[in-house]
């Protein structure tokens, strides 16, 4: 599964920078996310993070339907119940990659905004459980688990403003969620699992070719 989704991303990041008219940006903000879906979780509160993340643009139409991925990294938190040591701490780390349909219009010469919307896929990169010292860890449960051992799918979207500083520059400021679909998780090696919910405040700078 994951050559496959590695595959994917690669023929689909090749096949923007090979286009003309590209833009690529950087973008970071701080995200709000809870736990959601059907799953037993212990704790759902809210918790926040910052996260990074790297984007492609392709224009599909004129200057009002774009094509955009992204490749972000996020930090997540969440709490548990587990039968050998209760209520337990969980830290996450994910690649996330969107694959956004955009729509811009002018609100001036220089200020436009966008809305986009489109499936969303989180691989692990780190998952690991934070107990304390005199917790009897069963051998058959793995503390540390690593890139790939589970995947995500949910839906993403952005609502924002651009700011043109010039021909080949751009500021952005949007709202972004992500909503993770607990039915729909991959799990080959059946570790505990996660799935979220998260809206953020994201500032970008974007590089046009």
């Known amino acids: ?71 972000n990294d996020t930090k997540r938190y969440s709490e548990t119940f587990l039968n050998f040591s209760g209520n337990s701490k969980v830290y996450e780390e994910f690649i996330e990659i969107p694959l956004l349909f955009q729509i811009q219009k002018n609100l001036s010469d220089n200020v436009k905004w966008f809305l986009d919307i489109g499936p969303n896929i989180s691989i692990l990169l780190k998952q690991q459980f934070l107990f304390t010292s005199n917790i009897n860890i069963p051998s058959d449960f793995t503390v540390d688990n690593s890139f790939g051992d589970y995947y995500k799918i949910g839906l993403a979207g952005n609502i924002g403003v651009r700011w043109e500083r010039s021909e080949n520059r751009a500021l952005t400021l949007s709202l972004r969620g992500v909503n993770e679909f607990s039915e729909l998780l991959i ?15 994201n500032f970008g700078y974007i590089l046009k070719f």
């Open 1 to 71: 599964m994951r050559k496959i989704i590695l595959l994917i991303l690669v023929l689909s990041i090749s096949a923007i920078t090979k286009s003309q008219n590209i833009e690529i940006g950087i973008r970071t903000g701080n995200t709000f996310f809870n736990t959601t879906g059907k799953l037993s979780y212990y704790n759902v509160s809210s918790n926040n993070s910052f996260d990074f993340g790297v984007s492609f643009r392709l224009p599909l139409k004129n200057d009002l339907l774009f094509l955009q991925t992204e490749i």
């Open 187 to 201: 799990n080959p090696k059946n570790i505990e699992v996660f799935a979220y919910k998260a809206y953020s405040i």
